[in-house]
DNA sequence: CTATGTGCAAAATTTTTGCATAAAA
DNA sequence: TTTTATGCAAAAATTTTGCACATAG
């Protein structure tokens, strides 16, 4: 748990950014919330015991965790863009009910597999991927 | 081809809704443009041969696309929705590449094969999905 | 006729930016 | 002390909406 906090720490100083007290709290806040949180989610969270951070810091530091991959954005289609944090975990991809919402975390090692031969296929070097499966959760398909 | 023009169609008098102009020549031209257009590309393309087309019926009319099934919404990261015509074609996936945002397209069998085992392991009914992989095509990659 | 669609401009949303001030190195 | 960060509010960018008028069925 450290790691993502010292891997955050590593990339401020490579790039000569700074450590603030905003970063750190934004940081903290992002880890103890749960996956999937919208920006106005977190800021809304940080807001009741940090009043004074503003939106632009939580958008330009969420960007920073991103740059330096420990957070992943994700669009849902329902216009907010969400953050995921990344490291530690094993990456898994997502089941989402179009109906009630409720996101599902699943991983499939033979999925990746193909997926890294698809890139070989192509010559293309993956950073990154992403898996969505869209459409009714056990409880919405029932009546 | 006709095929898209008759869903469209028959999924307007389905619902009871109506057959205009603007929807007509909105989806030409989303025919005849290539895939992943982006809502601003469009409607600039319309523009050109019909100026007096509104943003708000393209905004609308994509929706529609998509609603009936002859359409396909896709955010790839940039702020902006992009949509692809959907009938017809099997159904693939993207390489994106993050530095020229080159988009090929691919599809392997496979892996929605797995993807329907992942489902039904959840009890989940898919409707849709979503594979994107990002990084380097093989121009990118060299120096 | 009647219900739906359109165009426009205004509103709502979401995200980015400029700038004076504050804080870190 | 010099550079980067912050907070605020303003600006951009994208998408949605209200409404009077137009058009399809």
């Given at each position: ?71 992943e954005e994700h669009q849902f289609g329902?216009?907010?863009?969400r953050?995921e944090?990344v490291?530690?975990?094993?990456h898994h991809d997502h089941?989402i ?8 975390e ?5 999925i990746e597999?193909?997926q ?10 993956i950073e990154n991927h992403r898996l969505e499966l869209y ?9």
């Amino acid at each position: 748990m450290g790691k993502i906090r010292d891997k955050f720490r590593r990339y401020l100083s490579e790039k000569g950014l700074k450590s603030t007290q905003q970063r750190d709290i934004i940081l903290e806040e992002f880890l103890a919330a749960g996956s999937h949180l919208s920006i106005e989610e977190l800021y809304l969270r940080i807001r009741e015991k940090h009043p004074n951070i503003g939106y632009a810091t939580v958008y330009r530091t969420l960007k920073l965790f991103s740059e330096c991959g420990i957070a992943e954005e994700h669009q849902f289609g329902d216009g907010q863009t969400r953050y995921e944090s990344v490291i530690g975990e094993e990456h898994h991809d997502h089941l989402i009910c179009t109906r009630c919402k409720r996101i599902i975390e699943f991983e499939d090692p033979r999925i990746e597999t193909l997926q890294d031969e698809v890139a070989r296929r192509h010559n293309f070097k993956i950073e990154n991927h992403r898996l969505e499966l869209y459409g009714l959760c056990a409880d919405c398909q029932k009546p």
